[in-house]
Every structure is written in C-alpha cells, then in structure tokens.
Nanobody, 124 residues
Framework: VQLVESGGGLVQAGGSLRLSCAAS????????MSWVRQAPGKGPEWLSL????????WYANSVKGRFTISRDNAKKMVYLQMNSLKPDDTAVYYC??????????????????WGQGTQVTVSS
C-alpha cells in the first residue's frame, strides 16, 4: 500500500496550491479518501472527505469555500485544490484512505492508510 502526496510548497497569503495524492496497493475505487493536516505543535485536523465515486464531498468549516477535493479513480489519484491560502493553513498535509470503513468518516483515527505528507507553508 502506498499513498504519495505532492504539490506542497511555499506560497504567499492569498495564493493557491494543488496537492495530489497517488494511491496504489489497495482497491482505490471503493475507498473513501480524506485530506488531513497537522500544524506544528497541534494534533491532526481533518479537512475534507470524498466518497468512493466522487459524488459526495465534505469539508471542515475552516476550509469550506476555499478548498476543493476531487478524485480520478482511473488514475488512482485524489487532489486538494487550495485557494485563498492563509498563514494558518501552514501544516503538513496528508492524504488518508478509509479502506475498511462502512460509512464516510471525518475521524482521522478511522483511516487505515496514510501518506508521508507534504509541507505547505503560507507566508504573510
């Protein structure tokens, strides 16, 4: 099983980034996927969830209206488009797979597979 994130970097406040996550080693097309971030000194913060077929998405209030999650099951990819970035968005961003879930979950503890993370730094 592998989840590999990319697309992080340094951006000025108000800018945009698009994160990508490449999945392999599990049945991606029947797995709910989420993005989770962790800022220095803080616990994991769930951000967004997309269901198996991409028809349904959920967002944390902190990113609603600014971030958009999407997926391409043919390519086994999940994306996070991040607009209007703020310094508070600075964190390591992870994609996560809920391989054994029976219903969409926003609880990070329920996720079975995690990537190594990609750093996003937003300067003021």
């Amino acid at each position: 099983v592998q989840l590999v994130e990319s697309g992080g970097g340094l951006v000025q406040a108000g800018g945009s980034l698009r994160l990508s996550c490449a999945a392999s080693g599990f049945k991606f097309g029947i797995t709910d996927m989420s993005w989770v971030r962790q800022a220095p000194g803080k616990g994991p913060e769930w951000l967004s969830l997309i269901n198996q077929n991409g028809a349904n998405t959920w967002y944390a209030n902190s990113v609603k209206g600014r971030f958009t999650i999407s997926r391409d099951n043919a390519k086994k990819m999940v994306y996070l488009q991040m607009n209007s970035l703020k310094p508070d968005d600075t964190a390591v961003y992870y994609c996560a797979a809920d391989n054994y879930g029976v219903a969409p979950t926003m609880d990070s503890d329920d996720y079975d597979y995690w990537g190594q993370g990609t750093q996003v730094t937003v300067s003021s």
